[in-house]
């Protein structure tokens, strides 16, 4: 019996925070040096995401100073108690040849891993990730764009729209929870033919959802065949736009990346369990 090949591990980045920019309430920026640049291997897909690494306390104190512990080691060697945590977070921008990644970072509470390291991280902290990654590539071509998405999706939404040429058109929607939470876009270079809007929790009525009204009340052009549409964000949320996007304005699969990359009331590892459970379908 042949034995399927194991697949390549995924290269590991060594960062060191340079910066943090709080940019709303709930949104901070962490700039980070990749002190092993030449091992970064980039991907085309403007949404790039990596796994940030949380390693245990005994990882870390078997880990030489100076040194970054090594995840594949961990993994292979740590008890379960100690192995590493992984949490997938979006690369708002990447600049390989200085060497730097801005990682945008949701708050969202006090509990768990991402959120707690981002509003607390510091110049000089140090941080394993895995990747980058990314499969969803726009279409510069597409008469029309829509991209939509919560807080968590922000970073990707504001990277597809640096990614689309000067001469497109559409609308993006960029959900949070209030007025306060929205932020400077004027380092994001927005094409001219693009209307940005935000959208907030606060003001939604019952039963409906922020996100998905604002999906709705874009000015959609007649002719929907050369459309396209990128609407990421949490999953109950997306199971909403699915309706919208393909019932109400009839786009076909292909025109549409729809993923959800949390759920409300749900921890990371039970919201990546459930995925592949029907209540973690979108599509």
């Known amino acids: ?45 403007p949404e790039k995401y990596v796994k940030l690494i949380f390693f245990s306390r005994a990882t870390l104190a078997d880990t030489a100073s100076g040194e970054f512990p090594d995840y594949w080691r961990a993994r292979e ?13 979006t690369l708002r921008r990447t ?47 597409a008469t029309w764009s829509l991209f939509a998405g919560d807080d968590a999706a922000v970073p990707a939404v504001l990277a597809n729209l640096e990614a689309m040429p000067a001469s497109a058109h559409g609308e993006a929607v960029l959900e949070v929870a209030d007025a306060s ?3 400077d876009l004027s380092d994001v270079s927005i094409p001219e033919g693009f209307t940005v809007r935000w959208v907030h929790r606060a003001d939604q009525a019952a039963g409906e959802r922020a996100l ?25 949320t997306m199971k909403a736009a699915r309706h919208e996007l393909f019932e109400v304005r009839g786009l076909d ?6 993923s959800g990359y949390w759920a409300g009331g749900r921890t990371e590892d039970v919201f990546q369990a459930e995925k592949k459970l029907p209540v973690g379908k979108i599509l």
């Not at 709080?22 to 980039?42: H, K, T, Y």
């Not at 007649?222 to 549409?229: C, I, K, P, T, Y």
């Open 95 to 141: 600049d390989p040849e200085a060497g730097e990644v801005w990682i945008d970072v949701a708050l969202h509470g006090s509990e768990g891993y991402a959120g707690p390291w981002a509003a607390a991280a510091a110049p000089g902290d140090r941080v394993v990730a895995l990747g980058p990654g990314g499969t969803w590539v726009p279409d510069p071509r």
């Open 181 to 183: 939470h929205e932020f």
């Open 1 to 45: 019996m042949t034995k399927t090949p194991a697949r390549p591990h995924k290269p590991q980045l060594n960062l060191t925070v340079t910066q943090r920019v709080d940019l709303s309430p709930g949104m901070v920026r962490v700039v980070c040096r990749i002190e092993n640049a030449a091992e970064f291997q980039d991907v085309e897909p």
């Open 77 to 89: 060697t740590a008890a379960p108690a100690d192995q590493p945590v992984s949490r997938h977070m």
């Open 212 to 236: 998905v009204r604002g999906i709705a009340d874009a000015a959609w052009p007649e002719d929907v065949s050369g459309v396209q549409a990128f609407v990421h964000g949490e999953r109950e």
């Open 253 to 258: 699969r292909a025109q549409v990346s729809l």
